[in-house]
């Protein structure tokens, strides 16, 4: 039986809250019901009705490569055949662990975990112990996954539902989760002055991509450096986006920075399920079974992800000189599109960072979560809705990033651009 997406949502809706597993798939934001995916190759994705889309959603970012690379299923086919799951040590976990810290000179050691959520949550609590401090400090509109002292202020879907916070978190665990503007050094140094003693550690985004994209200002990353030695706080730089995403390795080698702790995800899993957090020797030796620390989990360093995730960095590694093609493609993509609505009159903000990009419809510069309020969520829904006619799938969301895969084509960018063309016509 051949079921449609409009059959499907009210279904799941009588057994799964929202009819989604994830708030922003509900596609509530754009007055619309989502589309069901019934499979995706390459930079293209299928849906249950047989409409097929240039996608650059790419599963929130993991498929850097493009949707079932055939060297990656088959690696995910050859480690399901040996076992899907052993809750023991494999030599794949110590691959996997060995390219990481190559890859990141801040990372001496590195612990697997199951989801970027869980990454960021064990970086802090790990920060936490190391320093004996509990408050942390991060910035409005960086979202690190849904952990209750990081949902304060957190963009993403939290934005995107226009929820302030979350029901369900303690109060006086809120109280410990300090919040400052994005790219606003200013306003962090003042808040360091009041309660940097008791500040655990500092954890940001180094390029944010969960309010839309916003690249950090000249300075602002060195600066957060600087004040996280200056009062002792673990600095984590959660990379669970950029990881893997601008060059093979991190953020770090832009900005020259070493942060304390690394957050990892998507990327590093190529489609599966995954995450990690690692940096200095004596910070990550504060872990147990090493250390005091707690953390486990039945499903880390699951050898089917490992799998996947280290055929995805050989691809990456041995094939570094395709990030500057793909950085390009995406500029050129942004350029144009950039022309397109000026010839129209309507106001926008592109901010593109490699390959991840965010369409702001607004007439600032969007260089935090206030400014990045400032769009017009309308203008976004019509946007949106006009190109998933055109068969071109974004992020049904003006607070999340789009990104291009090495996948897609000069002929996929050009269709792309004639459906923007084609929508904006009709305004």
């Keep these: 039986m051949v079921y449609s997406s409009k059959w499907l949502f009210q279904e799941s809706q009588k057994c799964i809250p929202g009819g989604v597993n994830s708030p922003v798939r509900a596609f509530g934001s754009v007055g619309m019901e989502p589309i069901f995916i019934r499979e ?51 030599e794949l976990e110590l691959e996997m662990a060995g390219m990481i810290c190559d890859a990141f000179p801040a990372i001496d050691k590195v612990r697997m975990v199951s989801s970027g959520t ?22 409005a509109g960086c979202y690190h996954g849904h952990a209750d002292s990081l949902l304060v202020k957190a963009g993403s879907g939290v934005a995107t539902l226009g929820i302030p916070g979350s029901p369900g978190i303690p109060e ?58 200056d009062y002792g706080i673990v600095l984590i730089f959660d990379e669970v986006i950029t990881g893997f995403r601008f060059n093979y390795g991190g953020f770090r080698s832009v900005a020259k920075i070493y942060p304390d702790l690394v957050c990892l995800g998507k990327i590093i899993g190529g489609g599966l399920p995954v995450g990690a957090f690692g940096g200095r020797k004596e910070i990550m030796d504060m872990l147990a079974p090493s250390g005091p620390v707690y953390q486990a989990g039945t499903l880390s360093g699951n050898p089917v992800a490992m799998a996947a995730g280290i055929a995805t960095l050989k691809i990456l ?6 990030y500057g093609k793909l950085n390009q493609r995406t500029s050129l993509l942004c350029s144009t599109l950039k022309k397109i609505f000026r010839e129209k009159g309507i106001p926008v903000c592109i901010n593109q960072v490699g390959s991840m990009f965010t369409i702001f419809f607004t007439d600032r510069d969007v260089h935090d979560f206030a400014s990045a309020n400032t769009s017009d969520l309308k203008m976004f829904s019509r946007y949106f809705q006009g190109m998933l006619t055109r068969n071109i799938n974004l992020a049904p969301s003006q607070f999340e990033a789009s990104f291009v895969s090495l996948a897609h084509t000069d002929d996929d960018i050009q269709k792309t651009l004639d459906a923007c063309k084609k929508t904006t016509k009709e305004w």
């Design 118 to 139: 869980e990454a960021a949550m064990s970086a802090i609590r790990l920060a936490r112990g190391y320093t004996g401090r509990e408050k942390i400090l991060k910035f």
């Design 40 to 90: 995706a190759h390459g930079a293209h994705i299928c849906d249950v009705d047989g409409r097929k889309y240039i996608d650059y959603v790419l599963s929130w970012g993991p498929m850097i490569l493009g949707h079932a690379h055939p060297t990656v299923v088959e690696a995910i086919e050859r480690a399901a055949r040996a076992g899907t799951s052993y809750g023991a040590p494999t």
């Design 317 to 322: 590694h041995d094939h570094a000189e395709e």
């Design 172 to 229: 006086a665990l809120a109280a410990l989760t300090m919040t400052v503007p994005y790219n606003d050094i200013d306003a962090c140094e003042d808040t360091l002055k009041q309660h940097g003693h008791d500040v655990a550690c500092l954890i940001v985004e180094p390029v944010a991509g969960n309010m839309g994209v916003v690249p950090p200002k000249p300075g602002f990353l060195e600066s957060l450096s600087a004040l996280s030695r």
